[in-house]
């Protein structure tokens, strides 16, 4: 059973920069079509993708946070990190790590993390 | 950006009813739309991909169709635990984007 994990902190300081990983088991990001994404949700609100990685270490990123995000992976340790700088008050949110399924037509965030909620607040 | 518009936002209904949910895209994504169903304080899940096809495992009332900019999803009998929100999503191209999504209340 595929499983993921969100670890980071629960509470950073305005411009501060956040870290976040998410260690998986029961899938390796060297297989093709495999891929894993960050979403977040601030409170009561809706989804929004920010990043993406892929088995072969293709990085994508939403346009309007672009500068501020950097998606890694660490294939050893089964991890992919997250990082996000220059934190503001609206950047408070659970942020998901995602394993996506990326086939010819099926592109899909299959198995989703339980979240970290990430408040920003001096 | 691709922009998602889900409607209505917010729905009541009751146990055994049949209900749609639209979703319309800013520009045509063929098929590449999915559908995903989200229960206070869990993660999102997988309910339909490409438009029509539904994920292994759940239940045959629910369904999907569309293509281009305008898409639904029919729930034939609601059952309760069906009440929840849910969510569009264009896979079409990055970035990917998702409808604000359409809260599904008991009457």
């Known amino acids: 059973q595929v499983t993921l994990r969100e670890s980071g902190p629960a509470l950073v300081k305005p411009t501060q920069t956040l870290t976040l990983t998410c260690s998986f088991s029961?899938?390796?990001?060297?297989?093709?079509?495999?891929?894993v994404s960050w979403i977040r949700q601030p409170p009561g609100k809706a989804l929004e993708w920010l990043a993406r990685?892929?088995?072969?270490?293709?990085?994508y990123y939403t346009p309007s946070l672009k500068t501020r995000l950097s998606i890694s992976r660490d294939t050893s340790k089964n991890q992919v990190v997250l990082t996000m700088t220059n934190m503001e008050p609206v950047d408070t949110a659970t942020y998901h790590c995602?394993?996506?399924?990326?086939?010819?037509?099926?592109?899909?965030?299959?198995?989703w993390g339980q979240g970290s909620l990430v408040t920003v607040s001096s | 950006d691709i922009q998602m518009t889900q409607s209505p936002s917010s729905l009541s209904a009751s146990v055994g009813d049949r209900l749609t949910i639209t979703c319309r895209a800013s520009?045509?994504?063929?098929?590449?739309l999915n559908w995903y169903q989200q229960k206070p304080g869990k993660a999102p899940e997988l309910l339909i991909y490409?438009?029509?096809n539904l994920q292994s495992g759940v239940p045959s009332r629910f369904s999907g169709s569309g293509s281009g900019t305008d898409f639904t999803l029919t729930i034939s009998s609601l059952q309760p635990e069906d009440f929840a929100t849910y969510y569009c999503?264009?896979?079409?191209?990055?970035?990917?984007?998702f409808g604000q999504g359409t809260k599904l209340e008991i009457k």
């Open positions: 995602v394993v996506m399924v990326y086939a010819t037509v099926r592109i899909t965030f299959d198995y």
């Open positions: 029961e899938f390796s990001l060297r297989t093709s079509g495999i891929c």
């Open positions: 990685i892929d088995w072969n270490d293709d990085k």
């Open positions: 520009q045509n994504i063929r098929s590449y």
């Open positions: 490409v438009a029509s």
């Open positions: 999503q264009q896979s079409y191209t990055t970035p990917y984007t």
